[in-house]
């Protein structure tokens, strides 16, 4: 592949590991310097991993290929729309129009089995340590018809944050992610050092389980590419990643938290109906079995 001078490299530049064969692009976040070699600090572009590796190991990216990266894994992201099309509550929250979709307001057309009634979806407060994906995530929350509030939190501030967030928004699921990694060279996936962010994760989730320790009233997703799944499940959240330590995309906690927000409070979503609706799926994802918090209310005003 060619790539540019390795001189050119700075923050904000896109660039891919040699050593991983191109697998994944980052955005340089941060340049350090040990035994006098520039170490860049990186995010994925599209994947929610964070890593550390030496410029040597690093090949600047070219617009086109970026272009052609993102293009390609964001049209993975949309690989799930026909499922979704299909999901009986997003039916009920969606009517069909001749370009597109079209959100009602909690209720559909007098002529469909549902006239007359109030639809709410859960409510979601999404925490992310990504400024560029939490835009994404809150353009498909609102692309679903799912009430969301979204704040730009780092990692590292999550802990100290959530309980405030949730007192001033109240919401029914809660979402706490970023970045993480597995350190290159660490050779323990059960030493919570082995992780760049994993601790925050779970500091933040047993936080909110201060604030509310009941699993069916507050739903939590936690965690980011690579993450100590176990122990974010063992701190109190309903779905975490990653149990095979592999990368989740930047739109997986949406879709965890979409089966959720349209699945009725008399229902008890398997874990496995819920990861199967993810991007990444089972490797990535994983989770308890967990209440739904849609509610039908009757009746709804007579206009739109």
Known sequence: MAGESMSEIKIGDIVARKSYGYDVFFKV??????????????????????????????????????????????????RTVADRMNDMMYYRYYVPRSRGWRKKAYYRDTSDDKAGRIM?????????????????????????????????????EQPAKVIPLLSEHRPDILVLTGHDGFIKGQDSYNSLSSYRTSKYFIEAVKEARRFNSDMDSLVIFAGACQSMYNEIIKAGANFASAPFRDLIHALDPVRVCQKIAFASIDTVLDAEDVINNTITGKTGIGGIQTRGKYREGFPAEPVE
């Open 29 to 78: 976040v941060d340049i350090s310097e040990k035994d006098g070699e520039r170490i860049l600090t990186l995010k994925g572009i599209s994947y929610r991993i964070e890593a550390d590796a030496p410029e040597s190991d690093l090949e600047l990216q070219p617009e086109g290929k970026v272009r052609e990266y993102r293009d390609r894994s964001w049209r993975e992201a949309e």
């Open 120 to 156: 709410k979806p859960g409510k979601v407060l999404h925490l992310d340590g990504d400024k560029d994906y939490l835009g994404h995530c809150i353009a498909e929350y609102k692309k679903l018809g799912i009430e969301v509030v979204g704040e730009y939190v780092p990692e590292r």
